[in-house]
């Protein structure tokens, strides 16, 4: 998967705030946590129909997977709502995916990999996108443990559970285990010494991200610094935070003024609802114009899907922190 051509056009010309607001606001309707709920709108945009039928189609699968994921498992309701709006987004049913997250429970437990309680569950969701929804095989359990291993091999400290999605996402990718983990690592090493990026969690996860691009390390670098560089020219405040929404808009190969503008624009829109606060509002304006300028596009928006699930688990560390 490459950078999209500088001079293609991004997806459809549709103004995404307005239709997000709609979905927002149909959600909030019937309650939940407004963190979650606006991750929710945002998976939903591509989403043909009315927003009060998608929403009661989210609700409806919510209430099907509630009684596997209550309130005494490790799958909090408001992470809840975005899995069932993933489920309606692809198609998928309640009743099947309940069914494999215990499957592919046993198989990790077999192969050695240890509970990743919420972070399992998402392994799995991202596990039947990257397999088309086919059901997760042992040599593809066996290739996400070999993967995390060498994730753990370069980074033992840094490596956990909250790991876990990004190797069901990295199972997809063509190479051996071992030169996956080579090339993150030289990624998050290049984004450490040229773009002069604080090492840690959040440059592991930005890293992740990056390696499915499948461009050289230095060039990835270079493109992610020129984007910290733009954004601060604009006034806003990057930190550890911002790394993963600054690594998926590196996949957007688009003239970088004009995806700072993209996003700032849409972060004042957001700011003067007085929904977040600025530095708050940057994360999910990146989420919206990433998704508006992807589009239908079918080579990248799988990314989009990658983006929220990585949100997800910040949504879930906050939890857990909090």
């Not at 459809?12 to 939940?32: H, I, S």
């Not at 400290?157 to 190797?167: K, R, S």
């Not at 977040?276 to 799988?302: I, K």
Request: proline share 5%; hydrophobic share 50%.
């Amino acid at each position: 998967m490459a950078f999209r051509d500088q001079h293609s056009e991004p997806g459809p010309a549709v103004d995404p705030f307005d239709r997000f607001q709609t979905l927002f606001a149909a959600l909030q309707a019937r309650g939940g946590d407004p963190d979650s709920l606006r991750l929710v709108a945002i998976s939903l945009l591509g989403m043909p129909g009315e927003p009060d039928d998608i929403v009661e189609r989210v609700r409806a699968c919510d209430r099907e997977l509630a009684p596997r994921f209550g309130w005494w498992s490790s799958t909090a309701s408001d992470t809840r709502h975005v899995l069932a709006s993933q489920l309606v987004k692809a198609g998928d049913r309640a009743d099947a995916f309940v069914a494999e997250v215990d499957r592919v429970g046993q198989l990790f437990r077999a192969v050695g990999v240890r509970r990743g309680g919420v972070y399992e569950t998402l392994a799995v969701l991202v596990l039947r996108r990257t397999l088309g929804g086919a059901p997760a095989l042992r040599r593809h359990v066996e290739r996400f443990a070999a993967i995390y291993a060498e994730m753990k091999r370069h980074h033992w400290w840094l490596t956990g559970p909250e790991d876990f999605p990004a190797c069901a996402m990295l199972v997809g990718v063509p190479g051996d285990p071992v030169a996956i983990g080579a090339g993150i690592e030289a990624i998050y090493r290049a984004l450490h010494e040229r773009a002069a990026l604080w090492p840690g969690d959040a440059l592991q996860t930005a890293a992740n991200i990056l390696y499915l691009g499948g461009l050289d390390a230095l060039e990835i670098a270079e493109r992610f610094a020129l984007i910290v560089r733009q954004f601060r020219a604009a006034g806003a405040k990057i930190g550890q935070q911002e790394y993963d929404d600054l690594a998926i808009l590196c996949f957007l190969a688009l003239p970088v003024e004009r995806l700072v503008a993209t996003v700032i624009a849409i972060r004042d829109r957001l700011t003067a609802k007085r929904w977040w606060s600025r530095r708050g509002n940057l994360g999910l304006a990146t989420n919206l114009a990433f998704v508006h300028l992807v589009g239908e596009d079918g080579a990248l928006g799988p990314l989009a899907d990658a983006k929220l699930l990585l949100d997800i688990q910040a949504l879930v560390a906050a939890r857990q922190s909090g």
